[in-house]
């Protein structure tokens, strides 16, 4: 049996995640043979890091040969066979990341033999089985002081939580961004209101500390909002390829369709405080 830093390892992937994950395999001082795109030959390892589009999983996996240990890195994604190693961040290529405070969710893989030495000192030969997902712990524990088990379900919910949190917050400085440039303003001016915000929730509940027009029903403020939204025509560029200028108009109100929404959100969440 292999102790964890003798484990050979392939990440699967060219994009953002396989990218840093390789980089933080490489730093706790693992040996990562090779980082595999499509087209190349896939080289014999002891575990194998799928990091490829959720779409691509299914059809990248069964290019691992039975009784290997691997795991996918997808928030979402359930395979039959094999494990989860689910960074929850999100990466950019050049954009470094402080792998110590990202949590790593795992599930326990299936269909895999490979066991790590030390095993705890219950474990004897006839239940040695049940430790067959230590690996994919000890691994993430070597890069992350964060590591949890999760259930499917739990996984999937930690997913669409972070859509929230993540790619639906950064559409809206996106949308932010534009409406800022219609009057010749830098995106700058609001990097300190957005950094004090990210502060805020680190001891207290976003609930807690919401702020703005909405929650203080202030409803003179939200109607001159409104009107100049309308006004403006203001629109997150650039529009699909296949917008004309006779159907532009159904685009113009994104911006004002994103406020009304959650506008309301805001105001029926915290109706009970009210």
């Known amino acids: ?50 990091a490829v589009s959720d779409d691509a999983i299914e059809e990248v996996s069964q290019l691992i040969p039975d009784g290997k240990l691997f795991a996918h890195t997808s928030g979402s994604v359930e395979l039959a066979r094999g494990g989860v190693f689910y960074p929850l961040q999100t990466f950019t290529k050049n954009v470094d990341v402080d792998w110590g405070d990202i949590p790593i969710l795992i599930e326990n893989p299936v269909g895999a033999n490979l066991c790590v030495r030390p095993l705890p000192a219950d474990v004897t030969n006839a239940d040695e089985g ?34 929230f949190a993540c790619n639906f917050t950064n559409h809206l400085w996106t949308v932010s961004e534009q409406l800022l440039n219609e009057k010749d303003l830098s995106f700058d001016l609001l990097k300190p209101l957005i950094y004090q915000t990210v502060r805020k929730i680190e001891n207290c509940s976003p609930r807690d500390v919401q702020t703005g027009p909405a929650v203080r029903r202030d409803e003179k403020t939200i109607a001159r909002h409104r009107e100049m939204l309308v006004g403006a025509n203001p629109r997150v560029r650039p529009l699909p390829a296949d917008v004309t200028n006779a159907d532009e108009g159904r685009h113009v109100g994104l911006p004002l369709q994103i406020y009304e929404i959650l506008t309301d959100s805001i105001q029926k969440t915290h109706n009970d405080s009210h």
């Open 130 to 163: 049940r430790h067959v997902g230590l690996p994919l712990q000890e691994i993430a524990k070597k890069i992350s002081n964060n590591v949890q088990m999760t259930t499917p379900e739990q996984r999937r919910q930690l997913h669409l939580s972070a859509v």
């Open 1 to 50: 049996m292999k102790n964890i830093t003798d484990l050979t390892i392939v990440v699967m992937g060219a994009g953002n995640v396989a990218t840093h994950l390789s980089e933080a395999l490489l730093n706790a001082g693992f040996s990562v043979l090779q980082l595999w795109k499509r087209g190349e030959i896939l080289r014999d390892a002891d575990v194998y890091f799928i």
